[in-house]
């Protein structure tokens, strides 16, 4: 098992690490990591791994039961070698926030209008939501938008913590994906937005709504009978972030 270290703490930039094996050259497994592997719609982290002067790019990342694989784009790195993590922080703080803003979204969306989301992906361009809703009306979708929108000017905390299960399961609508949940699992980690939302989530995430800036949407499209598609993106054009 790798430790996770972005789970803790998800603002941590650069660690150390030791490798514990390397395959075919370019995938490569530590014992501890700041990089999030793919999963739960939150893309990979990209960065460097630095072994004295020399320089590997992490092109992906991947939780494989989990160990987690990094790839890297050349060999040369050996079990035992005693490394620098650095990470991509553009990149990987452009997705914390488009990861808040989806919980904040859909949690909204859910809670306004009884929709069920049934997947979702974020990306560095724009995050996608499916959902099923029966009515379906595009000036909705932008009515919580601009709702998020106003939740993200105020100074509202973001938790992460862990549950034991059986404590995690009362609270209501806490498992918007269920079977992302196998019942081996023994403790559920939670992000909470304080009085917004609260789920079981490994994802990584911003500490205060205010980080979001905002969110724009972008489009949405009927996918079947009851299955509905939306597409937003961070909007970055008006703000000046500091
Ligand atoms: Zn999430």
Known sequence: MTRALYLDDSY???CDATVVSVTQGKYVVLDQTLFYPTGGGQPWDTGKIVNGREVYNVVYVGNFSGAISHEV???GLSEGDVVVCLLNWDRRYKLMRSHTAAHVFASLLCDGTGALITGNQ???ERT???FNLENFDRSILKTYIAKANELFQEDIPVKCYELPREEALKI???????????????TLRIVEIVGVDIEADGGTHVHNLREVGRIQ???AQNKGKHNRRV???LDDSSVSRG
Do not use: C, H, Q, W
């Open 122 to 124: 974020l990306g560095l």
């Open 12 to 14: 941590l930039k650069e």
């Open 231 to 233: 597409y937003f993106s």
């Open 217 to 219: 949407f972008l489009k």
């Open 128 to 130: 996608r939501f499916d």
């Open 172 to 186: 209501p609508g806490l498992i918007k994906m269920a079977k992302a949940f196998p019942p081996n699992v023994r």
């Open 73 to 75: 784009d050349r060999s």
